[in-house]
């Protein structure tokens, strides 16, 4: 697993991997990760369903509960696809700016 820390936010990917695999990892490396805000990116997967995003609702649930940011980058799925309660982008930098404006939102506690 790769971690590429920026200031607050950690960019999390791993190239030839399985996606339960790769949960297996996210999982395991999360106490490690849990105080950033996360952007997941899933580029290295050649296809993805919405059922493989519902995948990472639990670990998305438990950090936007402790009031950080996680986002799923990947343009395989269509975001209409995608619950509301987990958050999809199909761009790295979408997801900063996602980030960006969370962290606003919190600072302003709205």
């Known amino acids: 697993m790769i971690f590429d820390k920026d200031g607050n936010t950690t960019i999390v990917f791993q190239e030839k991997i399985t996606l339960a ?3 297996k990892n996210l999982n395991e490396a ?7 805000h996360l952007i997941i990116n899933l ?9 493989d995003i519902l995948e990472f609702l639990n670990i998305s649930n438990k950090h936007r ?18 619950p509301d309660e987990i958050c999809v982008v199909p761009t790295l930098q979408e997801a900063r700016d996602i980030i960006e404006m969370e962290e606003i939102e919190r600072d302003l506690e709205l």
């Open 65 to 82: 509960g402790r009031r950080k940011s996680f986002v799923l980058v990947t343009n395989k799925v269509a975001y209409d696809e995608t």
């Open 30 to 36: 999360y106490p490690r990760i849990k105080d950033d």
């Open 43 to 51: 580029f290295s997967f050649s296809s993805l369903t919405a059922n």
């Open 21 to 23: 695999e790769f949960l």
